[in-house]
T-cell receptor
């Protein structure tokens, strides 16, 4: 158990509304990642963080922003949700190797 | 960007059969990892490989890091119903903020 929680676990929202997903870890790991998972696409990296206030884009970052104001929390924000952002979102951490450990996921539906 | 080709996309087997799946890449990776995802849950790391040619086992699972560093294989022996799920391969470079490239997954169904 890597001590990762995600909230909310399920969310239904409407197009155009802002949405924030939270990833929380209990072990002070430096690196954190946000992925989205869609049928036929596997896991795709949205943004990642390599320290407090240090973040960078992944391969599918358009329409998403992130913030990391403290080590344990990594927030993913959809400023104005669109139906194409309906997906399952996973947070992951690494302990300083290529071995990433995933949270339980958030299922987001944008109507 | 880098891409991993994972095959087969899906498998339907009988309980007790052995299973093989693989991942190939046009790029070299320094690390190969295999994950399993059960419905409604996050991926769980099964095996991590760090050296070309390395063969590693975890119970009934065996994975190999290809000699060319461009491929990896996962075998499951004597499958059981709880092996059902999606299996993902991932390649890592060891640096670059430990980012991984994932295959699209193999959906395994085991018929009791």
């Amino acid at each position: 158990d890597a001590g990762i929680t995600q909230s909310p676990r399920h969310k239904v929202t409407e197009t155009g509304t802002p949405v924030t997903l939270r990833c929380h870890q209990t072990e002070n790991h430096r690196y954190m990642y946000w992925y989205r998972q869609d049928p036929g696409h596997g896991l795709r990296l949205i943004h990642y963080s390599y320290g407090v206030k240090d973040t960078d884009k992944g391969e599918v970052s358009d329409g998403y922003s992130v913030s990391r104001s403290k080590t344990e929390d990594f927030l993913l924000t959809l400023e104005s949700a669109t139906s194409s952002q309906t997906s399952v979102y996973f947070c992951a951490i690494t302990t300083g190797t290529d071995e990433q450990f995933f949270g339980p996921g958030t299922r987001l539906t944008v109507l | 960007g880098q891409q991993l080709n994972q095959s087969p996309q899906s498998m339907f087997i009988q309980e007790g059969e052995d299973v093989s799946m693989n991942c190939t890449s046009s790029s070299i990776f320094n690390t190969w990892l295999w994950y399993k995802q059960d419905p409604g849950e996050g991926p769980v790391l099964l095996i991590a490989l760090y050296k070309a040619g390395e063969l590693t086992s975890n119970g009934r699972l065996t994975a190999q890091f290809g000699i060319t560093r461009k491929d990896s294989f996962l075998n499951i022996s004597a499958s059981i119903p709880s092996d059902v799920g999606i299996y993902f391969c991932a390649g890592g470079s060891g640096g670059s903020n430990y980012k991984l490239t994932f295959g699209k997954g193999t959906l395994l169904t085991v018929n009791p």
